[in-house]
Nanobody, 124 residues
């Protein structure tokens, strides 16, 4: 069992930056692929970025070049550095762990464990 807790959300002006963290606990965390998703108002959950235990990454086109996913295994933390934020980046951001397959962009149905989400609001 893996527990995930996101933090770092908040409000920012368009063009600004935020860094999200996902604290992980439980057996096997470091061996799992992990991902970041978001859910915008009135929309389904969309995959943004994922990272495997070898450090390979992939990104959705909507965030490629602006967002960076990384993992600090010493702190059991998954990170998402978000730069040049846009109003359309507003939503609830979730981290997820243990993917059944590697797809680009990541798909929510492929992941087993989920955090509770953190709100990101970008003002235009």
């Amino acid at each position: 069992q893996v527990q995930l807790v996101e933090s770092g959300g908040g409000s920012v002006q368009a063009g600004g930056s935020l860094r999200l963290s996902c604290a992980a606990s439980g057996y096997g965390y470091s061996t799992y692929c992990m991902g970041w998703f978001r859910q915008r108002p009135g929309k389904g959950r969309e995959g943004l970025a994922m990272l495997d235990n070898n450090g390979d990454t992939s990104y959705a086109d909507s965030v490629k070049g602006r967002f960076i996913i990384s993992r600090d295994n010493a702190k059991n933390t998954l990170l998402l550095q978000m730069n040049r934020l846009k109003a359309e980046d507003t939503g609830v951001y979730y981290c997820a762990a243990q993917c059944a397959r590697w797809r680009i962009p990541p798909r929510p149905e492929d992941f087993t464990y989920w955090g509770q989400g953190t709100q990101v609001t970008v003002a235009s």
